[in-house]
Structures are given as structure tokens and as C-alpha cells.
């Protein structure tokens, strides 16, 4: 069953919010997952966002955290809401599991979008108070006159990868094309602008704390969605080629008719087989 997802970031031609369809995953489109990098990830969701609209889309135009937003949802649906991470105390060395709800995470790190302030793709406009209430008003003299508003363009995977061959200082002022309404460049510090991506576009990397129940030593523990998430898809290729196996096997059907079968309906088809032995 396809999975329904409000967009944050991302606005139509039509400048309008924009709902998406997740199809299901399916063989062919889990055994072209071959990295745990951006790249994987838009492909992967190029092949299975549709619009509500039918209108031509492409993934490459996201933000990294619509990206994250839509592989949390991909989550949730195939896998668990659950995420149980093994650690080793590096203080008592006994094992113990740092586990979290990955909905409850990502409403936290998400309710700080200020989604009514979008106007065009992956475009804010935020007014002076916007932005010091996210830098602090010590900042404001850095922010010119007290009527200018802030158009924050976020990066895209399409503004990532035209910066690959820069230098970091051009990637910075690249990916941070922020102007004012009056058309003069902003003149905010880059610690201020991450601050204001973090709040505006965050994504879902972070570092969790932890505490060791032996000793209660504090760990933290670094979680990545996008690498936990594409590294489950790839660690499942050998169990879904014995799926299309057991299937082919039964039922004489070709690579490409099983490849096409609903993950839910594959995994499904391949138990009963396994159960009717
Ligand atoms: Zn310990």
C-alpha cells in the first residue's frame, strides 16, 4: 500500500504545498540500493515517489531534510518504530542497548519547521524577528534595517552537487544564497546560518546520550537515518534473493514479473511457501 507524506520544503511550480505518494518498495527497486550515500537515496526515491497530482517530480529537487523526513516514513512502514542500537561501555565493557521511538525522535526534531513561512521550493522568507529569535538580538546589527525580510534558499541535492569541486568557503556561499527583500546580499555570520538551517531544515543526525545501567557511565552514540536506513535495505539482499528463489522455484515465475511484487506480498508468498514444506 503506497504511504501518503506532507513535504515540508518542497513547493510545485504553483508554489503550493505538495503531498506525495511512497509506492511500494518492490525487488527492482531494492536491489539498485547500492550505497549509503545521497546519491543511493535520491535514486531510491525517484523510483518510488508519484505526486498526488501526477505532476513530473524529481527527488534531486528535496531538501536533505524532506530526504530524512521520507525515509523516517519508509522506516516506520517496512521496519519498526523502534530503533535498538547495541553499545559496549567503555568504562565496565558490559554490552547494553540505547533504544528510541524513531516517530517521537523525529516530531521533536521536526516541530520547529515554520512551514507557513515557505514561499517557492526550498524557499523561507523570514522576518527580522524570525531570525533573532533563532541567533539571539545581540545579532540584529548584523541583519540591517528593521524592514527587510530574509529569503533563505536551502540547499537541494541538485545545489550539493554543483558545489562537489569547490573550495568550502565557495560551497558555503553557495549553498547559503541568502539575500534580503531589498535585494542586498545578508551579511550574517556562517555560525548564525547553520543555526538557522538547523531550525529551519534539520535533519535527522545527531548524538543521542545514553547511560550505561552497570555503571552509569554517559555514552553518546552517533545516529544517522539515512546511513541506518539504506544500510538496512542493503544488509537484506541476501535474504530477499532467497524470496525471489523460493518464488521462481514454486511458481516458475520470471526475475522481472517477481521483481514487480509488492515487498509486503513477496516476503508474504515466500513464508507460505517456506510454512507448506
Ligand atoms: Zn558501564
Request: proline fraction near 3%; glycine fraction near 2%.
Amino acid at each position: 500500500m503506497s504511504l501518503l507524506v506532507d513535504l515540508h520544503h518542497y513547493r510545485s511550480a504553483q508554489n503550493t504545498p505538495c503531498s506525495v505518494y511512497l509506492t511500494e518498495l518492490t525487488a527492482a527497486v531494492e536491489l539498485t540500493v547500492d550505497g549509503i550515500d545521497t546519491h543511493a537515496v535520491v535514486r531510491m526515491l525517484d523510483n518510488i515517489i508519484r505526486t498526488t497530482d501526477n505532476q513530473p517530480f524529481a527527488a534531486s529537487d528535496l531538501t536533505a531534510s524532506d530526504r530524512d523526513w521520507l525515509l523516517a516514513h519508509l522506516y516506520q512502514k517496512y521496519w519498526s518504530n523502534r530503533i535498538v542500537s547495541t553499545l559496549e561501555c567503555d568504562q565496565c565493557a558490559a554490552p547494553f542497548d540505547l533504544s528510541f521511538e524513531l516517530s517521537a525522535l523525529v516530531s521533536s526534531i521536526y516541530q520547529s519547521i515554520p512551514r507557513e513561512k515557505i514561499s517557492g521550493n526550498a524557499r523561507f522568507m523570514l522576518a527580522q524577528h524570525d531570525v533573532d529569535d533563532v541567533i539571539g538580538a545581540e545579532e540584529q546589527t548584523d541583519y540591517a534595517n528593521d524592514h527587510s525580510r530574509l529569503a533563505l534558499n536551502l540547499p537541494t541535492f541538485a545545489h550539493e552537487q554543483a558545489t562537489v569541486s569547490v573550495s568550502l568557503q565557495q560551497a558555503r556561499n553557495f549553498l547559503l544564497q541568502a539575500t534580503r527583500d531589498d535585494g542586498e546580499s545578508h551579511n550574517l555570520a556562517p555560525e548564525s546560518l547553520a543555526l538557522l538551517l538547523e531550525k529551519v531544515a534539520p535533519i535527522v543526525d545527531l548524538e543521542l546520550e545514553a547511560a550505561c545501567p552497570e555503571c552509569s557511565k554517559i555514552h553518546w552514540a552517533h545516529f544517522d537515518l539515512q546511513s541506518y536506513c539504506m544500510k538496512k535495505i542493503i544488509g537484506e539482499k541476501d535474504n530477499l534473493l532467497v524470496e525471489i528463489h523460493l518464488i521462481a522455484s514454486h511458481y516458475g515465475w520470471s526475475l522481472a514479473e517477481i521483481e514487480q511484487l509488492p515487498r509486503t506480498v513477496r516476503q508474504s508468498m515466500a513464508n507460505l511457501i517456506v510454512a507448506s514444506r
